[in-house]
């Protein structure tokens, strides 16, 4: 007999399952119609509850004013049925005097109900109650209090509630009508909020998916106008993923021309490596001369080659490896850096001044090539003789030199990758230097710009 019996966790395991098959625009207007039609039920129960009860009480009212018209008028007198007509009920009350003792009770019968409990008020031993009895066919409310301390009797008063009843049952249908009315409304608000609260984020969809599907990282997502920082959370995301494609399409345009101005710088030396190795192979058709010609060729161009690809490699790590970062002192490494450039241009002058330095948390070997790369820029275009300026104070690094300096047309683009001047196309290098000293300032928060020195010359500061 096979167990047709749920588990619980089953059951939850389903109910998750459902929640992962429907769109999110399915399950928030569902969670906002829902909320919406318990409001608009909890409203009408409340409603009615309140209605019914007013009702209720200004009957309740009545009675009592009557039972203590009654309890004025009748002081003295015995039990009674003061008004027969009420089997009827068409006096504004039907009302009787019930005695504790059931042997007092007069010959004419009761037309109110007398129960133990009736007894019971009548000697004292409880308090006058409320309840809803019939009378002759009719729906009616009784009130039955003590006729007073110490009499022994309770006085019965009945008025017809036919017209309360009615009126509750009406307020009860209107309620509904107004519930179910409300329930509609939720259903229509909530998938109204739904597809007009999450456009944004469909779009956001419809966006990510074609980019997936084209890989073209220039499509956005289309804003309403306004301010961002007005704009609701999902049109924040929005604007935000397009930020993000932003920088996505700028990385993948910078992946592509570094590669193609990689493959453009290659070609010339590979071109030459190339010729120099065919002309080695024949070595023996060469004369001496020839051969070490060939040979001085293809060294150099092989440590061109060599210094290409390591400083591609360099530019293509987005951050320094944290195993290597440690607490550096600017000024001995600045200091042992320009006497390398001394060593490496003995035909220009570095004039070195210190004024403090900081210490800072970084790579030692990526701070060297940094200055490196500044004091070889700035020798590479100095005059033979012509000095370098080096400052070094607790805020910054600055590099002077007293070449040609830069032209204005080319100052915003000295930092791009492969760029080099025009007066600098006729001097070695690859066009990386500058654009991997950026790189490496920026890694450890650092800021390299460069600008026209006042009276000639390029000036470099690097900010810490």
Not at 38 to 61: I, N, P
Not at 164 to 191: F, I, K, N, Y
Not at 292 to 313: F, Y
């Amino acid at each position: 007999m096979s167990d047709r019996t749920a588990a619980p966790g089953d059951e939850r395991s389903r109910h998750a399952r459902w929640r992962r098959r429907r769109p999110l625009r399915t399950r928030l207007a569902l969670a906002a119609s829902a909320a919406v039609a318990l409001v608009a039920l909890g409203v009408g129960v409340a409603g009615f509850t309140v209605m019914r009860y007013e009702l209720v009480h200004q009957l309740d009212l009545q009675l009592t004013q009557h039972a203590t018209l009654v309890q004025q008028q009748n002081r003295g007198q015995g039990p009674q049925v003061l008004y027969a007509e009420c089997g009827y009920l068409a006096a504004p009350a039907c009302t009787q005097i019930v005695p504790a003792d059931p042997a007092k009770d007069p010959a004419p019968p009761y037309l109110l109900p007398v129960t133990p409990a009736t007894r019971a008020v009548a000697a004292g031993q409880r308090g006058g109650y409320f309840s809803t009895v019939t009378v002759s066919g009719h729906p009616a409310r009784m009130l039955t209090t003590p006729f007073g301390s110490g009499t022994g009797k309770a006085v019965q008063v009945a008025l017809r509630s036919d017209a309360v009843q009615q009126g509750v049952r009406q307020a009860g249908e209107l309620m509904a009508a107004v519930a179910g009315a409300g329930v509609l409304l939720a259903g229509v608000l909530g998938h109204t909020v739904a597809r007009t609260g999450l456009a944004p984020l469909a779009r956001l969809t419809a966006t990510a998916e074609r980019i997936a599907a084209t890989r073209d990282a220039a499509v956005r997502i289309d804003l309403p106008p306004g301010a961002p920082a007005g704009a609701d959370e999902v049109t924040r995301l929005a604007g935000a993923f397009n930020a993000m494609l932003g920088e996505l399409e700028q990385s993948v345009a910078a992946q592509r021309r570094l590669v193609a101005d990689a493959s453009h710088e290659l070609r010339t030396p590979l071109t030459a490596l190339r010729t120099n190795a065919e002309l080695l192979a024949k070595a023996e058709r060469l004369t001496p001369g020839q051969r070490e010609r060939a040979t001085a060729g293809l060294q150099r161009q092989l440590r061109e080659v060599t210094g290409l690809v390591n400083d591609l490699i360099e530019l293509a790590r987005d951050e320094e490896p944290q195993a290597l970062v440690e607490l550096v002192r600017l000024e001995p490494l600045v200091a042992h850096c320009v006497e390398t450039a001394r060593d490496h241009w003995p035909a220009v002058v570095f004039e070195y001044a210190a004024q403090g330095g900081p210490t800072l948390p970084a790579v030692p070997a990526r701070l060297v090539r940094l200055v490196g790369n500044l004091l070889d820029n700035a020798a590479k275009f100095s005059p033979p003789g012509g000095p370098v300026e080096v400052t070094l104070t607790e805020e910054r690094l600055t590099v002077r030199d007293h070449g040609p300096g830069i032209a204005p047309e080319d100052l915003p683009y000295v930092f791009d990758r492969f760029y080099r001047a025009s007066a600098a196309r006729a001097l070695p290098g690859s066009g990386l230097g500058l654009a991997m000293a950026r790189q490496i300032a920026r890694a450890h928060s650092a800021e390299l710009t460069a600008e026209a020195a006042p009276g000639g010359g390029a000036l470099f500061r690097l900010t810490f």
